[in-house]
């Protein structure tokens, strides 16, 4: 339970800090953010990172191994990498709009999947 615990908390961190620090590129898209000065970018972007770490701290220290957990260090780090890139990747699609998946992306998240297996193998 706990590493599904894990993992949920890393996909919810992931989508905050996807639109922190990604989700300002769309404002021109938003008239009312249109001529939102650099400054109110970073706040805005700091409130999204907040919640980010609202998740993410909890979501590692509930997976750490040392706290019970069922996951090492590295771990965690390679779990929250592939999180990262997956929400990244949806987001870039289907919500920003922006790029469009292309055969070298599913080359490099399969051997984004090589590298999970490498660090979960018990050698």
């Not at 001529?35 to 706040?43: A, F, K, P, Q, S």
């Not at 929400?87 to 289907?94: E, G, N, P, Q, R």
Request: hydrophobic share 60%.
């Amino acid at each position: 339970m706990k590493s599904f615990t894990t993992i949920a908390l890393l996909l919810i961190s992931n989508l905050f800090m996807t639109f922190a620090w990604y989700g300002h590129l769309q404002f021109k898209k938003i008239s009312w953010l249109h001529g939102l000065g650099l400054v109110g970018v970073i706040l805005i972007s700091w409130g999204l990172a907040f919640f980010e770490y609202v998740f993410q701290v909890p979501a590692n220290r509930i997976g750490f191994e040392e706290n019970g957990g069922p996951f090492s260090l590295f771990q965690l780090k390679v779990i929250q990498e592939v999180v990262s890139l997956t929400v990244f990747t949806l987001c870039a699609v289907f919500i920003f709009k922006t790029d469009k998946l292309a055969w070298n992306h599913l080359v490099g998240f399969a051997l984004l999947v090589a590298a999970v297996y490498v660090i979960f193998k018990k050698w």
